[in-house]
């Protein structure tokens, strides 16, 4: 799987996890040169709480574009250590 914005390429992966339709990417096959964190959370009642990240690329931002659980809850283990894109990050194979 990729994850392209902006012509870039944030992430490239075999090994996804796919959840709630996301596909969550391991953290070392994200060029984190891209990503900038941010301050923005959320809360999930089964997954815990998600941090996220801006994508930066080619002077352009995509405010709380990619997320992460820093530390799941227990039913959410299976997304340790990965992040997930949305608003316009176009993941496909």
Not at 13 to 31: A, R
Not at 48 to 64: E, L, M, P, R
């Amino acid at each position: 799987m990729k994850a392209v914005w902006n012509n870039a390429l944030i992430a490239e992966s075999d090994d996804t996890v796919v959840v709630e339709g996301n596909y969550y990417f391991p953290l070392d096959s994200v060029n984190q040169g891209y990503l900038q964190a941010s301050e923005h959370t959320s809360f999930c009642g089964w997954k815990g709480t998600a941090n996220y990240y801006h994508i930066n690329v080619a002077g352009k931002q995509k405010s709380d574009a990619a997320w992460y659980y820093a530390e799941p809850l227990p039913g959410a283990k299976q997304i340790a250590g990965r992040v997930a894109f949305w608003r316009g990050v176009v993941v496909s194979e």
